[in-house]
């Protein structure tokens, strides 16, 4: 909440007094007259926002880069999350430890409330649907892409999925191939599907990070990519 203005008491104004004569039959009747000039009240301008606190996460037990800057959807991605927290994560991303405390960046300052419109008794208040959560495992990142398939229209099955992965990286989502072709041309091949980076780029499903590393991204990417070529991942039994 934005801090509130300190307001100084309006300043008297110098009273002065005067005579005026009120007539009475004959006699005449000397009566005070009370004047004020008039005063004026200064309001100081408000007192600045307060800059925001960067924004932190306490490392816990199983937590990877990728899922901490997937959940508080960190701009940049891991990688980003990554460059920020060097100095206390060292030279390995994929070694985090528990209790690490870890800067994602700085929120921007809060909106002033909105005057309601409405009173109490006449406003309900819609719970927010809780967020599904997802574990940071293949299992959870399958589930995790298969749901942002639904959304998009994207054809694919847990299996096809599963099936895939295993061959192309065995479940790591940090394999890399550096022999092949396409390494051989500069485009070595990526991630839990091994997805080159032009095809990741033009099958990237929105909403998913833009880094091919990233286990839900890489997936998404690969599925919409077969869907196109293959009609489905399902379809997919060598390589593509």
Same mark, same amino acid.
């Given at each position: 909440m934005p801090a509130k203005g300190k307001h100084r008491r309006p300043k008297s104004g110098s009273l002065h007094r005067g005579l005026a004569a #009120?007539?009475?039959g004959g006699a005449v009747l000397v009566l005070p007259v009370l004047g004020a000039t008039t005063a004026g009240a200064a309001q100081a301008a408000p007192a600045a926002k307060a800059a925001a606190a960067p924004n932190t996460h306490v490392v816990v037990a199983g937590e990877s880069l990728s899922k901490i800057a997937r959940e508080h959807s960190v701009s940049g991605g891991w990688k980003k999350l990554y460059e920020d927290n060097r100095d206390v994560l060292g030279d390995d991303p994929k070694l985090i430890h528990p209790g690490l405390k870890l800067t994602l960046g700085k929120k921007g300052a809060a909106e002033p409330a909105?005057?309601?419109?409405?009173?109490? #008794?006449?406003v309900k208040t819609a719970a927010a649907p809780a967020k599904k959560s997802y574990t940071d495992d293949l299992d959870g990142w399958i589930k995790e892409s298969l749901d942002i398939m639904a959304r998009h229209g994207?054809?694919?099955?847990?299996?096809?999925i599963h099936r895939n992965i295993m061959r192309e990286s065995s479940g790591n989502p940090w394999a890399i191939n550096n022999w092949d072709v396409n390494a051989a041309a500069g485009t070595p091949s990526k991630g839990l599907l091994q997805v080159i980076a032009p095809t990741f780029t033009a099958y990237h499903v929105p909403g998913t990070s833009t880094d091919s590393f990233d286990p839900v991204a890489n997936i998404t990417a690969a599925c919409n990519y077969a869907a196109d070529r293959y009609g489905?991942?399902?379809n997919v039994n060598g390589p593509y």
């Open positions: #009120a007539g009475t909105k005057k309601a419109t409405a009173s109490p #008794a006449s994207i054809p694919g099955t847990y299996e096809g489905s991942i399902d």
